[in-house]
């Protein structure tokens, strides 16, 4: 690429054309790969089209909106706003007849959040399938319509992931033939519930059932209403109010909010019957299997995997054009400086950053297609494939969460300072996903859960001498290195076994395997990052068989062969990062040792070969970095960054968006044209200042 002498703020929009045209990869075979169709994408697309062109999702107001005065959004005003975008999109969804897919779509791109967000995503899929006959058929109109606005209603101010700890109480009184839904304590208020501050009409309360003998038989699901459908107040002794802003400004749209009961009733048939009940005698049936109730959290962390694929892409999109376009250091004074994204500590942040977002949303399709399954097999009775339903998504939901949330600040701090501005982008998608982590279980105490599972598959498997690899579950399969006669771990040494897919998968399967082996066998150990680390092992093993039949299955796809191969690229990438993350187990385990350098005695760098292996993917896969970003087919109003503008115009579309702060509407402070303001802070600090620059001048 020849240079002229050009102005810097041109020079970007050259650099990324010249980065889309030496790019080898189709952009639009490579989103049709992603979105699974030209299909899905057409319609995705249209639905962006419909989204964007409409002024009420201008996205521009998230930091100003017309007022008496223009002034940044308060969030009372960003909630109003939040409940326009509803409606709007309900008004939009009966106008085109959008089906019930591309609605959710529609949702999904209100990247905000908006108060009918946990009603899509808890309310109504728990209410479905966990509902009686009789409940659906009373409220399944109204809820699949939004005749009534529902909310999840399971957190406690005192107790979140310790659901059995859980205060709300549900007793049963057989003389009316109702339960009484009480919050006997402050902690048992419930709390950080979406939607329930202002919006809900409904909620399903997570309580524990008492029997009318005094039994206390643990957590269920109560349909509750909370408000009136005439007039919208709160109904007689429930107390609801918001719990106020979050951090880092995050979630301002939603009304996240509290709620206490003071010995409300409610019908015998509220209870959410499906698979457990309390009879007109009082006595309780329960459900086939302890779990049954998990369906709803299931089903949320099955979309999270996809999600976080989605917004991995946003944040590897954003900062790789931004870095393609931003130069910094010049080794040639006549010529211009060099582009960011060539430093190899720069493209070693993001390129893997790139491989995890396609990895996620693959994998997020293929967990979508299991819980479906499995949800199939509950309506008929079948809970079969329940518990390793709950393990392998328990795990997943660790393992993305946090790999998005680490990936999305390693982005944006590959952008320097501008990457700070709220107008970067980054710092907006950070705080709106950063609760993923401890919703839906934190991901500290989820790790615990995963080692249960998983300690429970090794002593199963060491029980029964007849086990056969075959009758392992699919989040287990590494245990299969375990059964003798044992096959022997993959030999390391050689450069080209790191180029080798198969090798990588079977060395995080051994790791995996030996890791919960050692924490079975081992007696008052005094680890205590013991959880995490097996956790991250077993569920990276298990991500990793994936991304190895993900590799195979390439050979099959609608890719063209160019295509293929640089995306079997990218999922060799992301298992050689993994490997890299997981070398302490690797090294203690022995699986990687040291060895010397040939004809001396002096030991060569086990993991040298590893890391050489990844500068060389990294290498091939630069070229590609903008086009493959390029097809997750993000528009800017999707991104919403100044810096990560499809035409690369990075400086002056920054240079734009600051002209909104109202700080910039006068040259002068207002405080200055304000007498009382002037006279009360300003003028005070200036006669200060002058005082004292005068008598320091004076000791001169």
């Known amino acids: 690429m020849s240079f002229s002498k050009v102005a810097a703020s041109e020079q970007t929009t050259l650099d990324l054309e010249h980065a889309r045209r030496t790019a080898s990869v189709d952009v639009v075979e490579v989103r049709k790969y992603l979105y699974d169709g030209q299909k899905q994408w057409e319609q995705h697309e249209a639905i962006v089209r419909v989204l964007s062109a409409d002024p009420i999702f201008d996205k521009s107001r998230r930091y100003s909106v ?25 008004d939009l969804e009966e106008r085109l007849g959008w089906s019930p897919t591309e609605t959710a779509d529609a949702w999904n791109l209100i990247d905000d959040g908006v108060p009918i967000n946990l009603h899509n995503i808890a309310f109504e899929p728990v209410f479905m399938s966990q509902g009686s006959e009789s409940l659906q058929e009373r409220y399944g109109a109204l809820v699949k319509h939004r005749g009534i606005i529902g909310c999840y209603m399971q957190t406690e101010l005192g107790h979140g992931s310790n659901v059995s700890a859980l205060e709300t109480t549900a007793t049963f009184v057989p003389d009316t033939q109702e339960f009484e839904i009480n919050s006997p304590t402050l902690t048992s208020s419930k709390w950080w519930i979406g939607g329930l501050g202002k919006t809900a009409t409904h909620g399903i309360v997570q309580a524990k059932l008492i029997l009318p003998d005094g039994n206390d038989v643990g957590p269920h699901l109560f349909f509750v209403q909370l408000r009136s459908l005439v007039d919208h107040m709160v109904l007689p002794s429930i107390r609801i109010g918001d719990i106020g802003p979050k951090a880092m400004g ?5 009304d996240h909010g509290f709620a206490q009961f003071d010995h409300i009733r409610i019908p015998r048939g509220n209870m959410l019957s499906r698979f457990a009940e309390v009879t007109k005698e009082g006595r309780y049936v329960r459900p086939p299997h302890a779990k049954m109730s998990y369906g709803g959290m299931l089903y949320i962390r099955s979309g999270m995997v996809t999600s976080a694929g989605w917004v991995i892409a946003k944040a590897a999109t954003i900062s790789l054009r931004y870095a393609t376009v931003r130069r910094q250091g010049n ?3 006549d ?9 190899p500590s720069t493209y070693y942040r993001l390129l893997p950053i790139l491989a995890r977002a396609y990895v996620f949303i693959q994998l997020g399709r293929q967990l979508t297609s299991a819980f479906e399954s499995t949800s199939a097999r509950l309506a008929q009775g079948d809970t079969s494939t329940l518990a390793e339903m709950h393990a392998m998504t328990s795990g997943l939901k660790v393992l993305v969460t946090t790999a998005a949330t680490r990936d999305i600040e390693t982005a944006r701090r590959s952008m320097g300072g501008h990457g700070f501005s709220a107008f970067a982008g980054l710092g907006r998608i950070y705080a709106e996903y950063l609760p993923a982590a401890t919703y839906e279980g934190d991901n500290f105490v989820l790790d615990h859960q995963v080692v249960r599972a998983a300690l429970k598959a090794y002593h199963a498997l060491k029980a029964s001498s007849g086990l056969s690899a075959d009758q392992l579950s699919p989040s287990s399969r590494y245990l299969r290195l375990l059964i003798a006669p044992q096959p022997a771990p993959p030999s390391l040494s050689s450069p080209f076994a790191w180029r080798d897919p198969d090798t990588l998968v079977l060395a995080l399967e051994w790791r995996a395997a030996f890791v919960v082996q050692a924490h079975a066998q081992s007696t008052g150990s005094q680890d205590a990052n013991a959880a995490q680390r097996i956790s991250n092992a077993v569920t990276e093993a298990f991500v990793a068989t994936q991304v190895g039949e993900m590799i195979k299955n390439l050979s099959g796809s609608s890719l063209a062969e160019q295509d293929a191969r640089v995306v079997r690229q990218l999922y060799t990438l992301y298992l050689l990062t993994t490997v890299e993350a997981g070398l302490v187990d690797l090294l203690s385990f022995g699986l990687l040792p040291a060895r010397p350098y040939e004809g001396t005695d002096n030991l060569k760098d086990p993991a040298h070969d590893l890391r050489a292996a990844i500068a060389e993917m990294c290498s091939q896969l630069l070229p590609e970095a903008v086009a493959l970003s390029d097809a997750f087919g993000y528009t800017d109003w999707e991104l919403d960054s100044a810096l990560g503008v499809y035409d690369g115009r990075v400086y002056q579309t920054l240079w734009e968006r600051i002209q909104s702060e109202p700080l910039n509407e006068q040259e002068v402070t207002p405080g200055y044209e304000a007498r009382r303001l002037f006279g009360k802070y300003i003028k005070p600090i200036l006669e200060r200042g002058q005082r004292l620059a005068k008598k320091n001048s004076a000791k001169l």
């Open 331 to 333: 080794k040639d004074a």
């Open 335 to 343: 010529g211009p400086e060099q582009q960011v994204v060539l430093y």
């Open 250 to 254: 995050g979630w301002a749209n939603m």
């Open 66 to 90: 017309q007022l008496a005065q223009d002034a940044f959004m308060t969030r009372s005003e960003r909630f109003n706003r939040a409940l326009a975008l509803m409606k709007r999109v309900f």
